[in-house]
């Protein structure tokens, strides 16, 4: 039982910090593919609204995230 029917982003502003990338790895994926992993260390200044339905009654709650840390791998996959 899922406790969230819906979850609806209204607003995004990512803000004016930029991540930072420390490292980056490529691989070959194959004849039609190639992976690149980037190592990213991100303190935003981003701001998020985002409205979220509960499944029961039906309540609509606004959320706002602010100030988002990620640090970790990311990767990205490039097919043809």
Do not use: C
């Amino acid at each position: 039982n899922n406790p969230v029917r819906s979850a609806r982003l209204k607003q995004f502003k990512v803000g004016r910090e930029l991540p930072r990338l420390t490292a980056a790895r490529m691989y070959d994926l194959g004849e039609d593919a190639l992976a690149v992993d980037v190592e990213m260390d991100w303190a935003s200044s981003l701001t998020a609204r985002v409205e979220i339905v509960s499944a029961g009654v039906g309540a609509r709650v606004p959320v706002t995230l602010h100030n988002l840390r990620f640090a970790g791998p990311v990767r990205l996959v490039v097919t043809g």
